[in-house]
């Protein structure tokens, strides 16, 4: 009978999580080091912030709502990407939708939800070629990211809809970014299937967080 083992299979979806999970167990003078600032005047911190934020949660449900989205999307990623470029894209997305948040709001903000939409929006361009745009990922930035539009101009419910604007835009550009690469390596490649339940984006949508 052939044996199973468990592997770490996906480093940095796992290492993402487990970073996350161990902020939340931090002392509360800690905390300060993993929500964006408002300004640059608050130093080390604000800087600090720019990249950290995502591993800031305003509670465990929050948490979980985000990862249970990165935890099923990102390993998919991860191998189709490689662990760098995941890796990449992610400090990229969060140094954007920190800096934007810094630039155009007024008050701190912390989470993944960025991610998640990256994610999101990265997964439904998996099978996009040169000079052609799929229908389907038409559809998921219909849906999601013109979702995130709308809600911008709705009463304020203390969701950051700009991150997860952000983070969806920045999903799109890496997608068709890569649609540069060999036509032979990227149809060796497994396509993915985005799954995409909306009951778990509402419940990223806790208040103060993103």
Avoid: C
Avoid at 8 to 18: I, S
Avoid at 78 to 83: C, F, P, Y
């Amino acid at each position: 009978m052939a044996k199973f083992r468990i592997t770490y299979n996906a480093p940095v979806v796992l290492t993402f999580a487990l970073i996350s999970a161990i902020v939340q167990l931090l002392p509360v003078s800690l905390e300060s080091w993993f929500v964006t600032y408002p300004s640059f005047k608050y130093g080390t911190h604000a800087w600090v912030g720019l990249f950290t934020h995502i591993f800031g949660h305003a509670n465990w449900n929050h948490l979980a709502a985000n990862f249970m989205f990165i935890l099923l999307i990102g390993p998919i990623l991860e191998e189709r990407h490689g662990s760098l470029s995941l890796l990449f894209m992610i400090a990229i997305t969060a140094f954007v939708e920190g800096l934007a948040n810094m630039v155009l709001t007024n008050h701190p903000m912390l989470g993944a939800s960025g991610t998640v939409f990256m994610m999101i929006i990265l997964a439904s361009t998996a099978n996009i070629r040169a000079r052609e745009i799929p229908l389907t990922f038409l559809a998921v930035a219909a849906i999601y990211l013109g979702g995130e539009v709308v809600a911008m101009f709705r009463n304020d419910d203390q969701v950051s809809h700009l991150t997860h604007l952000i983070g969806g835009l920045a999903g799109a550009a890496f997608g068709f970014f890569g649609a540069g690469a060999p036509r032979d390596v990227r149809e060796a490649k497994k396509p993915v299937v985005p799954v995409l339940p909306a009951a778990v984006v509402a419940q990223t949508k806790k208040s103060g967080t993103s």
